[in-house]
C-alpha cells in the first residue's frame, strides 16, 4: 500500500481492518469513526515507542483540519526525520492514517537498514 492511499483512505471498514491488522489492535472496531476506540491506537503506539502531536489548523474554505504526528520518542524534535504527518476532517482518521503511515514507513525502512 502505498502512502498516497493512505492518505487518501476514507474512514471505514477497510481502514479500520488495516488498523487492526498492523497496530495490533482487535478487529471489529470502529477505530476511524469513534475517537474512544482510536485512542487506544494512541496507546498502542506509545507502547511502540511513538509520542503523539495533535492539534488543528485552519482547512481550505474556513473549514478545520484536524492533524496527528507520531514521533519516535528517540527524536528530540518533531520537525527531525522521522515523524510521521497526516491531516483530515476528523481526528479519528487523521490518527488511523498517521498510525498506518508509521508503522508501514516505519517497517519498511527497518527492511532496508537490514
Given at each position: ?29 470502529y ?17 511502540r ?26 527524536l ?39
Amino acid at each position: 500500500m502505498t502512502r498516497d492511499e493512505i492518505l487518501n483512505m476514507p474512514a471505514g471498514c477497510k481502514i479500520d481492518h488495516l488498523i487492526a491488522e498492523n497496530v495490533g489492535m482487535f478487529d471489529g472496531r470502529y477505530y476511524s469513526r469513534n475517537i474512544q476506540s482510536t485512542m487506544l491506537v494512541v496507546e498502542a503506539m506509545h507502547d511502540r515507542g511513538y509520542w503523539v502531536e495533535m492539534f488543528t489548523q485552519a482547512g481550505p474554505g474556513g473549514s478545520v483540519e484536524y492533524c496527528v504526528e507520531f514521533i519516535p520518542v528517540s527524536l528530540s524534535r518533531p520537525s527531525e526525520p522521522g515523524a510521521y504527518f497526516a491531516s483530515t476532517s476528523t481526528f479519528p482518521l487523521a490518527i488511523c492514517r498517521a498510525a498506518l503511515l508509521t508503522v508501514m514507513e516505519r517497517e519498511e525502512s527497518l527492511k532496508l537498514e537490514e
